[in-house]
């Protein structure tokens, strides 16, 4: 386990979302403030916008993985081709954990969105959602490709 996973963890047990969660988690390399981390993945809770699409932990590992390492020149097809490479390799080690990286299947639903107004975060919802284990577990998999991409240097 490394020191990210934790955080997410902790970020989502203080109220934050899964996405803001997993970016919190990076804000220091990033660079980001923690207002501007929160801000930047704050729509992406409950699957963007509780639409219940790509889990927010998902898209707050790809936010993160996009400042650290993407790709900003439009004409840089290796570079983009790279960027996807490795998205689609952290989305893979992500549904390997989860078996899916849609946030309505990871918790079991049967509907495609919910309303805007969040649960309640309550003893009964901490108990009955995965959430704080799937920010930690997204964290962790950007954590050791970080790792690993340090130690490579």
């Known amino acids: 386990m490394n020191p990210y996973s934790e955080k997410a963890r ?3 047990l203080e109220g ?3 996405s803001q969660s997993v970016l919190l988690a990076f804000h220091e390399e990033l660079h980001l403030s923690p207002e501007l981390a929160a801000r930047m993945a704050s729509s992406f809770g409950g699957g963007m916008g509780r639409l219940r699409e ?3 932990a998902v ?4 936010l993160a993985l996009g400042l650290l390492d993407g790709y900003s020149d439009p004409q840089d097809q290796d570079g983009k081709k790279a960027q996807y490479a490795l998205i689609q390799e952290l989305a893979e080690a992500f549904r ?6 849609l946030c309505r299947e990871l918790l079991g ?3 495609h969105s919910d309303t805007p107004t969040p649960s309640a975060r309550t003893a009964e919802y901490y108990q009955q959602r995965p ?4 920010v930690a577990d997204a964290a962790e998999i950007l954590g050791e490709w970080l790792i690993n991409k340090n130690c490579s240097r």
């Open 54 to 56: 790509v889990c927010g």
């Open 16 to 18: 934050y979302n899964c």
């Open 59 to 62: 898209s707050g590992m790809f």
């Open 131 to 134: 959430c704080a284990d799937l």
């Open 109 to 111: 639903l049967d509907h």
């Open 96 to 101: 390997e954990q989860n078996h899916s990286i």
């Open 10 to 12: 902790a970020y989502f």
